[in-house]
């Protein structure tokens, strides 16, 4: 992923106020780093991770205020 696209992402989640899960594990796979113990992962971690993983740069509004 581009380092402009990734900056800009997440600066557009944090305004957005996505819930901090979402976010970290959006960080988390758009850097293709190692994935959160099972006990530690969250239904948003989860969908933040597969988003950032997968470059979605959109998902992260389904999870807003949650």
Do not use: C, I
């Not at 900056?7 to 780093?33: C, F, Q, R």
């Not at 992962?41 to 950032?52: L, P, R």
């Amino acid at each position: 992923m581009d380092k402009s696209v990734y900056h800009s992402t997440l600066k557009a989640m944090h305004e957005a106020g996505v819930n901090t899960a979402y976010y970290h594990g959006w960080a988390t796979g758009a850097l293709d780093n190692p994935d959160l113990e099972e006990q530690r992962v969250t239904d948003a971690y989860t969908a933040g991770f597969e988003h950032g993983k997968s470059g979605n740069t959109e998902g992260y509004k389904d999870w807003v205020d949650k």
